[in-house]
């Protein structure tokens, strides 16, 4: 993960909406590496947010340009949920994939039990498309 920090992506000149107010990210600074490794067609990404300069969270995935954007995982740490980091990481991702032409954000293997996660991933617009046992993947199409 040494390539993160070549890559810096700076939150802290945006405002997102959280919950109805206004979410300056002033202490949020996003790391990531777009191109983490590859295999065929496939670019493997590792995004991390950092608060106040204490690793907060971080995702990884894949994404085939001009197809599929995938977050395979997002993890923001017990202390930081709740303030809207998660939502300012996944703005990045519909960005990037955006920006590399893909059709679609998939949120992948989400389990059936996960409240947190599913509220976020709604809040997006991603409609549930069951794919085994109590897993299912959430889908954002892109324009």
């Known amino acids: 993960?040494?390539?993160?920090?070549?890559?810096?992506?700076q939150a802290?000149?945006?405002?997102?909406?959280?919950?109805?107010?206004?979410?300056?990210?002033s202490s949020l600074q996003l790391k990531a590496d777009w191109h983490?490794?590859?295999?065929?067609?496939?670019h493997h990404y590792v995004i991390q947010a950092w608060v106040k300069n204490r690793l907060g969270g971080r995702a990884?995935?894949?994404?085939?340009p001009g197809s599929r954007f995938v977050l395979a995982k997002i993890e923001i740490t017990r202390s930081h949920r709740s303030k809207g980091y998660g939502t300012?990481?996944?703005e990045e991702l519909r960005a990037k994939a955006r920006?590399?032409?893909?059709?679609?954000?998939v949120f992948q293997g989400v389990r059936a039990d996960n409240s947190g996660a599913i509220k976020l991933y709604t809040s997006?617009?991603?409609k549930p498309v069951p794919t085994s046992g109590n897993l299912c993947d959430f889908v954002v199409p892109l324009p």
Do not use: D, K
């Not at 983490?36 to 496939?42: K, T």
């Not at 920006?99 to 954000?105: D, I, N, R, Y």
């Open 60 to 64: 990884h995935g894949w994404f085939q």
């Open 36 to 42: 983490y490794g590859r295999s065929g067609e496939r």
């Open 124 to 126: 997006f617009g991603a």
């Open 88 to 90: 300012v990481v996944l």
């Open 99 to 105: 920006q590399c032409g893909c059709s679609e954000l």
């Open 1 to 9: 993960m040494a390539n993160l920090a070549s890559h810096p992506l």
């Open 12 to 25: 802290s000149n945006r405002t997102f909406n959280f919950l109805g107010f206004p979410l300056i990210a």
